[in-house]
């Protein structure tokens, strides 16, 4: 067998030598992208911001927790902008502080937990999906900056009242499915409403929109409503939207 020249092995080497470099800069670039401080756990999503990913056993043991507002590495203070996907799942909360800080609340954020009321700062815009699903939520503020409450948000909860604000656009499939609501106003802002949004509640009275566009399937769905107002805007409204209600009167516009 031929030596290998050294004209023919140059090229081999710096092909190595740079993978070696790019595989110790993202070895080095996921140590500073995670970390722990004050019983939670980071990670840096942009150049000022964090999301916070959980909390450790002894931060969660009391069931009461208070997502800080900032966090640091040891060198750099970060915004907290995001509650991460699944971050508190199941962890027997029932409370939970969040900071002003916050701007997105992720999917599963506090899934199956056993909180009673929750405060929605005014800097949060979206609230994930399965967000607050399956807690024993009996109150809600959701803040006015809210945009987007995503599917099955607030499922299976125990919600008598809500006021949704004017930011808000889009309630999402199965957003307050099984809950305990008696009256719900859609404001003028929201221009869908997913399929089974209020399924499975106990609503006498609701006033829609003007914007609203789309009603989903079975929004409605298993209520004890008299009477309903469809808005001006409604193009589209789905299937069994308002069955097994106790309707007597439906203005439907031309």
Do not use: H, W
């Given at each position: 067998?031929?030596?290998?020249?050294?004209?023919?092995?140059?090229?081999?080497?710096?092909?190595?030598?740079?993978?070696?470099?790019?595989?110790?800069s993202m070895m080095l670039s996921a140590q500073a992208f995670a970390f722990d401080v004050g019983g939670f756990s980071y990670t840096v999503i942009g150049a000022m911001n964090v999301e916070v990913t959980g909390c450790d056993v002894a931060s969660c043991v009391d069931k009461d927790i208070?997502?800080?507002?900032t966090a640091s590495d040891?060198?750099?203070?970060?915004?907290?902008?995001?509650?991460?996907?699944?971050?508190?799942f199941n962890k027997?909360?029932?409370?939970?502080?969040?900071?002003?800080?916050?701007?997105?609340?992720?999917?599963?954020?506090?899934?199956?937990?056993?909180?009673?009321?929750?405060?929605?700062?005014?800097?949060?815009?979206?609230?994930?999906?399965?967000?607050?699903?399956?807690?024993?939520?009996?109150s809600v503020t959701i803040g006015?900056?809210?945009e987007t409450i995503g599917r099955g948000a607030f499922n299976n909860n125990r919600l008598t009242s809500l006021t949704l604000p004017d930011s808000v656009t889009t309630i999402g499939p199965y957003a307050f499915l099984?809950?305990?609501?008696?009256?719900?106003?859609?404001?003028?802002?929201?221009?869908?409403?997913?399929v089974s949004a209020f399924e499975d509640n106990n609503l006498i009275s609701v006033t829609i929109g003007n914007s609203v566009e789309t009603i989903g399937g079975s929004a409605f769905y298993n209520n004890a409503l008299t009477s309903v107002t469809?808005?001006?805007?409604?193009?589209?409204?789905?299937?069994s939207?308002?069955?097994?209600?106790?309707?007597?009167t439906v203005t439907i516009p031309n």
């Open positions: 067998v031929l030596p290998m020249s050294p004209a023919s092995t140059a090229p081999q080497r710096g092909v190595l030598a740079s993978f070696a470099l790019l595989l110790v208070v997502i800080p507002a040891g060198s750099t203070t970060y915004s907290v902008t995001t509650i991460g996907d699944s971050a508190f027997g909360l029932t409370s939970v502080t969040i900071p002003d800080s916050v701007t997105t609340i992720g999917d599963s954020a506090f899934y199956f937990n056993a909180l009673t009321s929750v405060t929605i700062p005014d800097s949060v815009t979206t609230i994930g999906n399965l967000a607050f699903n399956v807690n024993n939520l009996t006015n900056s809210v099984k809950n305990n609501l008696n009256t719900v106003t859609i404001p003028n802002s929201v221009t869908t409403i997913g469809i808005g001006n805007s409604v193009e589209t409204i789905g299937g939207a308002f069955r097994s209600n106790n309707l007597n």
